[in-house]
């Protein structure tokens, strides 16, 4: 659904499961920084409001979205997390570096989920204007950061289950 239709920080608190024992990490990209800081703040608000404490969630910056994969591989790498939040926002311009930027950060992230079995969540804004980017970090769209960390809540409490070796995952509870 298009984020013109959905408030991106709209969700049911009450089917999260408790974030608390949880560890997240956080890469956010400097570059369009207004957009991605505000990002980050939401991301960060969403997962302390859900149990998450300061220390259990580490962040790094990055100068641009193109660096997201590999500085989330670095991290996940360095220390021990249930789920990596990407964070940027390439605004279309003159020419196609969007579509390149985007297509290469989501393959990578898909491609380090799939080969670790961890979570890897992208949380990158695609916009066409700055007008759009700042409607969804925390504009009338809501905040792309919130619902990252929903995401990375619900994921990790999957990836979690996983390493127990518990047989349902999903909705066969």
């Known amino acids: 659904m ?4 959905k408030n991106l920080s709209s969700y049911d608190e009450s089917s999260l499961p408790d974030a608390a024992p949880m560890r997240f990490g956080i890469v956010v990209a ?14 960060f608000e969403t997962l302390q409001k859900h149990g ?25 790498g360095r220390e021990k997390l249930d789920a990596v ?9 003159e020419t196609k570096h969007d579509e390149y930027i985007n297509n290469a950060v989501s393959q990578g992230l ?5 080969a670790t079995g961890q979570p890897f969540i992208f949380g990158v804004l695609t916009p066409n204007s700055q007008e759009q980017a700042l ?19 619900r994921m990790a409490e999957l990836y979690r289950s996983s390493k ?8 066969g509870r």
């Open 2 to 5: 298009a984020s013109a239709h």
């Open 30 to 43: 400097d570059w369009n920084a207004d957009i991605t800081h505000a990002l980050y703040a939401g991301c």
């Open 52 to 76: 998450a404490t300061e220390d259990k969630i580490h962040t790094v910056q990055v100068p641009g979205t193109f660096e997201l994969p590999a500085a989330a591989r670095m991290l996940a």
């Open 85 to 93: 939040i990407c964070l940027g926002c390439v605004i279309k311009g």
């Open 110 to 114: 898909v491609n380090l989920s799939i």
């Open 135 to 153: 409607d969804r970090a925390g504009g009338k769209h809501g905040n792309k950061g919130v619902e990252a960390a929903v995401t990375a809540i």
């Open 164 to 171: 127990e070796g518990k047989k349902s995952i999903g909705f």
